[in-house]
């Protein structure tokens, strides 16, 4: 098995081992990441590509920063939405990358502002195709 197929395993393996909340999150940040980024020709990369086209480092950096992002953050995401994991997975990809959606736009009120402020350690990143045609993270 080549050292990619191994990455991409991994990577997988490790999303599906994360409690339901947390993989609920991450797949939706994954897919908000591919709903908010384009191709070389404009066209929106969730018209070709889904989650399952991330190379097991991409999707390792995403269950990272998550998993650590929910729990610095987990009394205000539960004031935000309790239970609402895809859309704060959601909020988080579009906030940190600076779009014109997010916590600070969901009447979620302090802790929206707060929850805001937070993402602003993570730097802006997009998704690109790669030569191998797994989706990786530049920035």
Same mark, same amino acid.
Request: hydrophobic letters at 0%.
């Given at each position: 098995m080549s050292k990619d197929k191994l990455d991409e395993s991994y990577g997988r393996a490790l999303l599906s081992s994360l409690p339901s909340y947390q993989r609920e999150f991450v797949q939706d940040y994954l897919a908000a990441a591919l709903w908010a980024s384009h191709d070389d020709h404009g066209k929106p990369l969730d018209a070709k590509y889904s989650i399952e086209d991330f190379s097991g480092e991409a999707i390792e950096r995403a269950v990272s920063e998550s998993v650590e992002f929910m729990e610095n953050n987990r009394e205000d995401l539960e004031k935000a939405g309790r239970g609402d994991y895809g859309q704060h997975g959601h909020d988080f990809f579009l906030t940190r =990358? +600076?779009?014109g959606a997010g916590f600070w736009d969901r009447g979620y009120g302090a802790a929206g502002d707060r929850l805001t402020k937070a993402?602003?350690?993570?730097r802006e990143i997009h998704p690109e195709v790669g030569d191998? +045609? =797994?989706i990786h993270w530049f920035g």
């Open positions: =990358n +600076g779009h993402t602003k350690p993570y191998d +045609g =797994n």
